[in-house]
Each structure stands twice: as C-alpha cells, then as structure tokens.
C-alpha cells in the first residue's frame, strides 16, 4: 500500500475535522467561489473545505487518497442534500482520470502538501486548472511556533528517520519552495501570491482531551506515539503535547480549546 494512502486511513481525520469546520467555511469564503464555476478539492478529507463551496452552488469533486475519508465525505453530501458535490479516490500526484483544464478552481487546504511527489503534485494541479482559473493551496510552516508546525516536529522527533529519499511535507510551506515547483510546471513566478495565515481549531473540552483526539485518530501523532510506547516514551511525548496545547489555548476557559495555527496561503494563478 501507498504509504502515504496508510498514513491517513489509519486514524479516523473526521474526528479531528470536526474541529476544523468554521474555519473551512471562512477560508472558502475568501477564494472567490462562484456557482457556476467546477471546482477540485485536493486532499479534502469528508470535505472541510469541500462542502462550503457546494454550498456556494458551485460543481464540486473531492479527490482524497484515504477510502474512509471518501466514504465519509459521501455521507455528509448526501446527508446535506447536496447533489453538486461527489467524492472518489485519488493521488494528487497523479489525477489520472482526470482530463486537461477541468476546473476553474484547485483548492488543497492541509491535503496536497502530503503527496509523496510534490513537483508531480504541482504539475497536476496546473494541469488540470482553466487558463484564467486559480490554484489555492494552505500548507503548515516549517518551524512555525504556532499549533501544527510544532506538533509535527514534536511527534518528529519520537519517531525513526525518514527513509532516504523522503521529501518533507511542511517545505509547501516555504515560499521559495512552492515558487519553484510551479515554476517547474510552468507557472511565471509572478503568478504565485503567498500569504501567511491563521487556521483556528475549536474541541469542546480542555487541551489535554484535545492531545488525546490527536494521539487516537491523527496518523502522524499516532505513529509517534507508537514509536514513543517502543522506547518507553509515550509519557514523555504526551506530556510535551499537552504543554504545547496548553500555551497555544486562547479560550480563556480552561475547560474549552481555541487554538490558532499558522499556514502558507498559495494562490497561483493560471495564465
């Protein structure tokens, strides 16, 4: 299996997606999303990001390379009543069954930057986007201080090297990175905006709750702590996370986590 494919139908992300909605919807709010526009969303998880532009009228296909993730995005469409919205199975490193200047909009929110082959990824997203349409990316910053960033390097550093070859999911959160892969799949350099943004996460219930949804359903925080149990360290490691949740919580109630986390905004804009 993709190893990648493993990764993500590990866990169960629609227990941690469910932290994630209002700020889907907010995102999308911002892309300029139109009803008569066909819109792809990259690694879209049960459709986070995916459901708020159905809601806007717009064509929606969710491509996410986890068949539990699929099946769930299914379910809410259809418990929502939403006929313009599907989802399949897919590698966004290769949109195989999907045709040239599909979709006037790629959007990948946390999704593409997993891909196992990022200068496939972009070269597929140009692919398949209109001339005139636009690509929207959010990836987490490498060795940003805020939420993700860190509980990525945290879980890193409970777990084996990576094997030889692996490229870093977070370097889609270096500008000079994602100007590069597009570049290399023919986007000018001047076509390529980046901002950096906040993504709020919202658990009802205090930080260390909150660690816990991480340590069961969210794959990398999984593997990490199965690493952690081998050496003895899982205590450790749990520990280091409920410190980071607790600084990072801007609830003022300590029963409540609200937690911000920064991403790179990539917007690139297909001539």
């Known amino acids: ?14 227990r941690l997606a469910a932290c994630m909605r209002d700020s889907g919807a907010a995102l999308v709010d911002g892309i300029d ?9 990259l690694g879209c998880g049960d459709g986070t990001t995916a459901i708020p532009a159905a809601h806007k009228g717009a064509q929606v296909l969710g491509v996410d390379i986890a068949s539990n993730l699929v099946a769930a995005g299914n379910a ?10 599907r989802f399949q199975e897919g590698d966004a490193s290769a949109l195989t069954d999907l045709a040239d200047n599909s979709f006037d909009r790629v959007v990948s929110i946390f999704g593409a930057m997993f891909a196992l082959r990022p200068h496939d990824v972009a070269a597929e997203m140009v692919r398949v986007t209109k001339p005139g349409g636009r690509i929207i990316m959010g990836n987490w910053i490498p060795g940003d201080p805020t939420l993700i960033a860190q509980v990525l390097k945290v879980s890193a550093s409970y777990t084996p090297p990576p094997p030889e070859g692996f490229i870093s999911p977070v370097l889609w959160g270096k500008d000079d990175e994602v100007r590069a892969r597009f570049a290399a799949a023919g986007v000018p350099e001047g076509n390529v905006a980046t901002t950096r943004e ?4 919202r658990f009802d219930g205090a930080p260390s ?3 816990d949804l991480f340590r069961t359903y969210y794959g990398p925080t999984m593997n990490a702590f199965e690493a952690a149990e081998k050496d003895g360290r899982a205590d450790a490691l749990y520990g280091e996370l409920v410190a980071l949740f607790e600084h990072e919580n801007i609830s003022g109630d300590p029963a409540r986590t609200e937690i911000p986390a920064a991403f790179l905004k990539v917007v690139v804009s297909i001539p």
């Open 198 to 201: 906040l993504y709020t996460f």
């Open 76 to 85: 809410r469409a259809a418990a929502l009543g939403l006929p313009n919205i």
């Open 209 to 211: 709750a909150f660690v």
């Open 33 to 41: 999303i139109g009803a008569d526009m066909q819109v792809l969303d």
């Open 1 to 14: 299996m993709n190893p990648n494919k493993a990764l993500w139908e590990k866990g169960d992300f629609t």
